[in-house]
């Protein structure tokens, strides 16, 4: 299966039903994250025996069932009579969800009121949006991280030298700067944030240092390196402009990078993990384990570099199964220094989830930071003010 849940499912060798509230889990291995996983939203529940009727009618445990489904284009969801959720959760009537790519498009319908509630707030127009009495700007620190993954299968990228190069030909904290406005962290080429529990702040940051880049590239055999980089903002607003900031500052160490403007409409059936080098991003995810084995597990569909490290995947299969907390966090510090170091994945900086809702919508205390849009639980969590 090409699912992203295919890693977390192959380990259950067996399903049973204890009773009518009760499911019992047979695992191949053992698994200290494994209740987290089960939220994983690739994985569903259908009816028993209606899985393709309930694929086509969108019947699931929702709040909202769907009354039309035109993808990459619109939903809309009505409200379930009779939900178990009832009084606790699920405050509108009806749902629509519209895509709009254009990140301008988008904002502007924000601010005229044609939407209530927009994802990616584009910073160019962040000053507009704050400036608007009629909108609300949410922002919260996570685990989403942009990054520029490279085939570590192809060349040159299969030369460990010359993926050193490109990590030291970057300016990282101009990137933050520029592209993030702020908004955000740098990071340091692992994928582990700051809403993760084992997050390693000791490992040594990697910056600009052309010197280094340069002695990478000495290493490599090489006297200058030529690459292509591919981009698009469908990767993640500012994309091409952080791809061109990169090509800049490599270029100080030798290193011509060629930015490659792809189309948005496609990019992700036809760049990633097609192309030897892109843009991307992840939105990360709630516990290290479900991040590494997501996307960096050998073999995986999602491993969008094809790294394969011996050590690292022994780590991880000795890590996922380890109850004690202190082994574990050294196990996962380790993980994180290999993939700073060696692995295929530059990660230039941890982005804030940065949303916004017309003033409207009235929400709790607190904002989920695993996804967009309050954890993907803006529909079920939030009312009308």
Same mark, same amino acid.
């Given at each position: 299966?090409? /699912? ?31 209740? =987290?996983?089960?939220? #994983? ?26 009354? +039309?489904? *035109? ?20 405050? =509108? ?22 939407? *209530? ?5 584009? $910073? ?13 700007? $949410? ?69 600009? *240092? ?19 980089? /591919?981009?698009? #903002? ?8 952080? +791809? ?38 992840? +939105?990360?995810?709630?516990?290290? *384990? ?7 597990? /050998? ?84 009312? =009308?003010?």
């Amino acid at each position: 299966a090409k /699912s992203a849940a295919q890693p977390i499912v192959a380990a259950i060798t067996t399903m049973k039903k204890m009773n009518d509230h009760q499911i019992q889990f047979t695992l191949a291995a053992g698994n200290a994250d494994f209740p =987290f996983l089960l939220s #994983d939203y690739h994985i569903l529940m259908y009816p028993a025996g209606m899985i393709d009727e309930a694929i086509a009618k969108g019947i699931g445990t929702g709040l909202y069932k769907v009354v +039309s489904f *035109d993808p990459g284009v619109r939903c809309v969801l009505t409200r379930v009579d009779s939900h178990y959720k009832d009084g606790r959760a699920g405050w =509108f009537d009806e749902i629509e969800c519209i895509a709009i790519n254009d990140s301008s498009a988008r904002m502007n319908a924000l601010m005229t009121g044609q939407v *209530d509630a927009v994802n990616r707030v584009d $910073f160019k127009t962040e000053p507009l949006l704050r400036a608007n009495p009629n909108v609300e700007i $949410f922002e919260v620190t996570g685990n989403m991280h942009y990054t520029f993954p490279m085939l570590t299968n192809q060349a040159p990228f299969d030369d460990v030298n010359v993926r050193k190069a490109l990590k030291y030909g970057l300016n990282r904290q101009e990137m933050v700067d520029k592209i993030l406005q702020g908004h955000g962290m740098v990071g340091n080429d692992h994928p582990i944030g700051p809403a993760n529990q084992y997050l390693a702040t000791d490992i040594p940051q990697i910056e600009f *240092d052309a010197d280094k880049a340069k002695f990478h590239m000495k290493a490599a055999g090489l006297t200058e390196l030529n690459v292509d980089l /591919s981009a698009s #903002d469908a990767a993640f607003n500012g994309a091409v402009d952080a +791809s061109q900031l990169y090509q800049a500052s490599a270029k100080n160490a030798g290193i011509n990078i060629n930015v490659v403007q792809e189309p948005a409409d496609g990019y992700w059936s036809n760049v990633w993990l097609k192309k030897g080098w892109c843009a991307c991003y992840w +939105s990360g995810r709630a516990t290290e *384990d479900w991040m590494f084995s997501t996307a960096y597990e /050998s073999g995986v569909p999602w491993n969008d570099t094809h790294w394969d490290n011996a050590r690292f995947q022994e780590l991880l299969l000795t890590a996922r199964a380890e109850l004690d907390s202190n082994k574990r966090r050294a196990q996962y510090a380790e993980m994180q220094m290999l993939l700073s170091e060696e692995g295929g994945t530059i990660i230039p900086m941890f982005a804030n989830t940065v949303d916004a809702a017309s003033t409207k919508l009235a929400h709790g205390p607190d904002i989920g930071n695993i996804w967009q849009m309050d954890s993907s639980r803006l529909t079920e969590r939030w009312w =009308f003010a």
